[in-house]
């Protein structure tokens, strides 16, 4: 069993930046992040290889967000620049025990319990 714990949320004006960061207690192959608006259903941001070499953007993020990993510190990341205020929502992280980069939630088998972004106008 995995626990993944996600940092880095906070309250920021439209055009801040930020870095979330979700440290794994074990090793992990992919990992990614997911986002819940409210009163919306949870969706798919980004992911990432094990190696860091293969990433994998929603189309609503590419450009913006940026995606690595430490394997030395069982830890991901992502940077999140250019924010909106459609960018509010609680980010999560996941991961899974295969290398398939997946955007379906399903297929994760671990999950963080998410840190809150807030994006004022």
């Known amino acids: 069993q995995v626990q993944l714990v996600e940092s880095g949320g906070g309250l920021v004006q439209a055009g801040d930046s930020l870095r979330l960061s979700c440290a794994a207690s074990?090793?992990?192959?992919?990992m990614g992040w997911f986002r819940q608006a409210p009163g919306k259903e949870r969706d798919f941001v980004a992911a990432?290889?094990?190696?860091?070499?293969?990433?994998y953007y929603a189309g609503s993020v590419k450009g913006r967000f940026t995606i690595s990993r430490d394997n030395a510190k069982n830890t991901v990341y992502l940077q999140v620049n250019s924010l909106k205020p459609e960018d509010t929502a609680v980010y999560y992280c996941?991961?899974?025990?295969?290398?398939?980069?997946?955007?379906?939630?399903?297929?994760?088998?671990?999950w963080g319990q998410g840190t809150q972004v807030t994006v004022s106008s």
């Open positions: 996941a991961a899974l025990n295969s290398g398939s980069l997946t955007s379906v939630e399903t297929d994760y088998d671990y």
């Open positions: 990432i290889s094990w190696n860091g070499r293969g990433t």
């Open positions: 074990g090793r992990t192959v992919t």
